[in-house]
T-cell receptor, first 115, second 116 residues
Framework: DGGITQSPKYLFRKEGQNVTLSCEQN?????MYWYRQDPGQGLRLIYY???????QKGDIAEGYSVSREKKESFPLTVTSAQKNPTAFYLC??????????????FGEGSWLTVV | GDSVTQMEGPVTLSEEAFLTINCTYT??????LFWYVQYPGEGLQLLLK?????DKGSNKGFEATYRKETTSFHLEKGSVQVSDSAVYFC???????????????FGKGTLLTVNP
């Protein structure tokens, strides 16, 4: 079945460590997004990518990095510079070739906890 | 800039009650509007959408009408069930510069709890 796969579902990070969250989609979508969700908060955009080898910062990019070497993959690295990384991370994708009504699809999310 | 404002939660209802979750927006362009639902520990699932003024999106008994004059997209359901307990997000999507750069903006979410 087509969809977005995020892994791992749960991840624990020690202080000072970098960790990478995986996001893979087989929907043939051009655009991919990373959001962060904190309890009682909405979704905040970290990074997004419209095409391979290109990405832009969202509203809260500091302490994060991404790459887009393949169309189907958009991994997110949470670096040690991110001071409060404990959150629920959501990856999404979109078919930007469709002008109207194109739907944003989400993965199941990854829980990151700093220990 | 673009923004979405949802009614503050949490909302607690009894089964079979009527549900309304208000959503208003501001957008720099002509947005498409969405409602997403998030069940505990899961990602977001599309509930319904509308792409132009006066369109009504509907799914699983939920409805929302795109009201351009009031910049609103309120979610309604006539008779809620316990299984509807979840967090609901209103969202808008507009096209950025260049014709292919879509920006997605979400509200903060409204927690709905339905009691038997």
């Amino acid at each position: 079945d087509g969809g977005i796969t995020q892994s791992p579902k749960y991840l624990f990070r020690k202080e000072g460590q970098n960790v990478t969250l995986s996001c893979e989609q087989n929907l043939n979508h051009d655009a991919m997004y990373w959001y962060r969700q904190d309890p009682g908060q909405g979704l905040r955009l970290i990074y997004y990518s419209q095409i391979v080898n290109d990405f832009q910062k969202g509203d809260i990019a500091e302490g994060y990095s991404v790459s887009r070497e393949k169309k189907e993959s958009f991994p997110l690295t949470v670096t040690s510079a991110q001071k409060n990384p404990t959150a629920f991370y959501l990856c999404a994708s979109l078919n930007s070739r469709v002008a109207l009504g194109n739907t944003i699809y989400f993965g199941e999310g990854s829980w990151l906890t700093v220990v | 800039g673009d923004s979405v404002t949802q009614m503050e939660g949490p909302v607690t209802l009894s089964e079979e009650a009527f549900l309304t979750i208000n959503c208003t927006y501001t957008a720099t362009g002509y947005p498409s509007l969405f409602w997403y639902v998030q069940y505990p520990g899961e990602g977001l699932q599309l509930l319904l959408k509308a792409t132009k003024a006066d369109d009504k999106g509907s799914n699983k008994g939920f409805e929302a009408t795109y009201r351009k004059e009031t910049t609103s997209f309120h979610l309604e359901k006539g008779s809620v069930q316990v299984s509807d307990s979840a967090v609901y997000f209103c969202a808008l999507k507009v096209m950025g510069s260049g014709g292919s750069n879509y920006k997605l903006t979400f509200g903060k979410g409204t927690l709905l709890t339905v009691n038997p």
